[in-house]
């Protein structure tokens, strides 16, 4: 499976973007999705995740209430609607795939390149 993460760019803060990873090679439908982000200086962590079907989702408490995942599972993609942007969620955000219902980036096995979110105050 090849992903590809796009959507990221240059906000304010308070504003909003919406991040899509295409998925290529594989159908995505058997995996759950996630994504994570990676901000300077810092490790990557878990932002947010997606079942198989869509039906279930969980999310950082970062994140919570400000950040909804999504996916078209016939269109092989992901979505991260990001509202209410802060300074701090600032990162390079990628998409991957997991066989595992997890937030332990470990489990997941195909990474995309990562689109970069910058907020700004």
């Known amino acids: 499976v090849q992903l590809q993460a796009y959507g990221g760019g240059l906000v304010q803060a308070g504003g909003s973007l919406r991040l899509s990873c295409a998925a290529s090679?594989?159908?995505?439908?058997?995996?759950?999705m996630g994504w994570s982000r990676q901000a300077p200086g810092k490790e990557r962590e878990f932002v947010a995740a997606i079942s198989v079907g869509g039906g279930s989702a969980y999310y950082a408490d970062s994140v919570k209430g400000r950040f909804t995942i999504s996916r078209d599972n016939a269109k092989n993609t992901v979505y991260l609607q990001m509202n209410s942007l802060k300074p701090e969620d600032t990162a390079v955000y990628y998409c991957a795939t997991t066989r595992s219902w997890s937030t332990t980036l470990s489990l997941y096995d195909y990474w995309g390149q990562g689109t970069l979110v910058t907020v700004s105050s």
């Open positions: 090679g594989r159908t995505t439908s058997r995996y759950h």
